[in-house]
């Protein structure tokens, strides 16, 4: 299945055409629980078009804070002793 530009057309319609492709050839329980669409735009500096599209994705890679923003504590039962990690 060829993937069509976007040309104007809302972003929902763009993207449903994308998914229904991608799960055309995909459809697992696999690709409901862990695939997602990533959405790309592009514009021409040039000319000014402006083309947007939503590719599939199996990994996304998020940056994590350096400082964590929590504690856990744990403590054990019986005297086992206890572990503190922030």
């Not at 972003?11 to 492709?21: F, L, M, Q, S, T």
């Amino acid at each position: 299945m060829e993937k069509k530009d976007s040309d104007g057309r809302p972003d929902a319609i763009v993207a449903r055409e994308g998914w229904d492709n991608h799960c055309a050839r995909n459809r697992s329980v696999v690709v409901d629980a862990f695939h997602g669409q990533l959405r790309s735009q592009l514009r021409c500096l040039a000319c000014e078009f402006t083309s947007v599209s939503f590719d599939p994705f199996t990994f996304l890679t998020l940056p994590l804070p350096a400082q964590p923003a929590y504690m856990v504590r744990a403590h054990g039962s019986g005297g086992y002793g206890a572990a503190e990690a922030s």
